[in-house]
């Protein structure tokens, strides 16, 4: 009998599985092992979150996939306050947090074998294993040079501030891939989730008017509370923009039963409201940033980019994997950067989510 082939077949090993033996090797440290490789919060869930969650944890009914009116209206409000949109001809619609947007995407879009979806150069694993899912051709753009005339470019995605390199793209270059991609009859789908985590440089988003052009005609942003709010075990995001876009999605959606919980969804109004809670956030990161940017460079690291966002992009000019083995002997786990494509080989990833405690100690081991 014919089966079909699984759809596994169509993606590579999860990444992040090839850390295991410097896992290992770093968790032998006599003081254990510090985890600079996931981006994942540590700091506590702001209790004006957690109240309204709790409040809402009473919800019997089936949830509304578009979100509650509140919902809606408290995620308009924060694009047109964060990415200086305008609110006319907005649509918005939550996610189950943002990563499983970026990997349903494509599909969810109908792109298909015969279409290409461009990601960026060094890029975050999941546009790429997201384009496989829908069996679509992946270009990355330093080799743009590549598609044709005739090539059906569906979706473009664009990454600012970049995960994992933290490289902020100015608003004209952002405005040249809308233009580039509508030429095209092509989406662009930006994610931002690192948006308001600006250090060197300020962050633009594609649905400011000086990108966009104040129409969001093809336009997407995706959005997430994770870092924002420490609200990645909630699942919370949002995308937002083209209004006929977000409405197709919806659809499409409502079929799928991709519906964030009723709870989460009260919870989000009253992240999305609360500014107080993401400045503080914010403050952690930029100490902690500074902590970690002085330690490495004086370990002979250079820091590249990482003028945004929660991470530091560094090398030491040696194989990624030298330089990961290198940090696990000293119990830190790092991300080997050809997880993000073949320019990151000679590059780590380390992220900015540990504790003040676990910071303040890779600091002393690699000064040690």
């Known amino acids: 009998m014919n089966r079909p082939a699984p759809v596994s077949s169509r993606l590579p090993e999860f990444v992040w599985d090839t850390l295991d033996a410097a896992a290992t090797v770093a968790a032998a440290h006599p003081e254990g092992l510090i985890n600079l490789s996931v981006g994942t919060p540590v700091d506590p869930v702001p209790e004006v979150i957690r109240r309204a969650l709790s409040d809402a944890s009473d919800a019997p009914g089936y949830p509304l996939t578009a979100g509650t009116p509140a919902l809606r209206d408290a995620i308009s409000a924060w694009v047109v306050r964060a990415c200086g949109a305008g609110a006319d001809g907005l649509g918005v619609l939550p996610t189950i947090g943002s990563k499983e947007l970026v990997a349903w995407l494509p599909t969810l879009l109908g792109i298909g074998p015969d279409d290409v979806v461009v990601v960026p150069s060094i890029a975050y694993p999941t546009y790429e294993e997201g384009a496989r899912l829908a069996g679509a051709t992946v270009v990355r753009a330093d080799s743009l040079t590549a598609v044709g ?8 995605w ?17 405005r040249k891939v809308v233009d580039w991609a509508r030429e095209r009859g092509a989406v662009v789908a930006s994610d931002e989730c690192y948006l308001s985590l600006g250090w060197s440089a300020e962050p633009v988003s594609v649905l400011s008017p000086e990108v966009c052009g104040g129409s ?21 995001g949002f995308v937002a923009g083209d209004p006929a876009l977000v409405a197709e999605l919806l659809k499409i959606r409502k079929h799928a039963g991709m519906i964030m919980p009723a709870p989460v969804q009260a919870a989000m109004v009253a992240a999305l409201r609360d500014e107080q809670h993401a400045d ?3 403050e952690r990161y930029r100490a902690r940033r500074a902590v970690l940017t002085a330690a490495f460079t004086e370990a002979g690291f250079t820091v590249e980019h990482s003028e945004a966002g929660l991470y530091l992009w560094l090398t030491r000019g040696e194989d990624c994997w030298q330089t990961v083995d290198w940090l696990a002997r000293r119990g830190i786990l790092a991300a080997a950067g050809i997880f993000y494509g073949p320019a990151g080989g000679q590059h780590v990833r380390v992220a900015l989510t540990e504790s003040d405690e676990h910071v303040a100690a890779v600091a002393g081991r690699l000064r040690a």
Do not use: M
């Open 149 to 156: 005339p005739t090539s059906r470019v569906r979706l473009v």
């Open 158 to 174: 664009v990454n600012s501030p970049s995960n994992p390199t933290g490289r902020v793209l100015p608003a004209a270059h952002l």
């Open 216 to 236: 969001y005609d093809g336009v997407l942003a995706v959005h997430s509370l994770s870092k924002r709010s420490n609200l990645a075990g909630y699942r919370a």
């Open 280 to 282: 503080e956030q914010r």
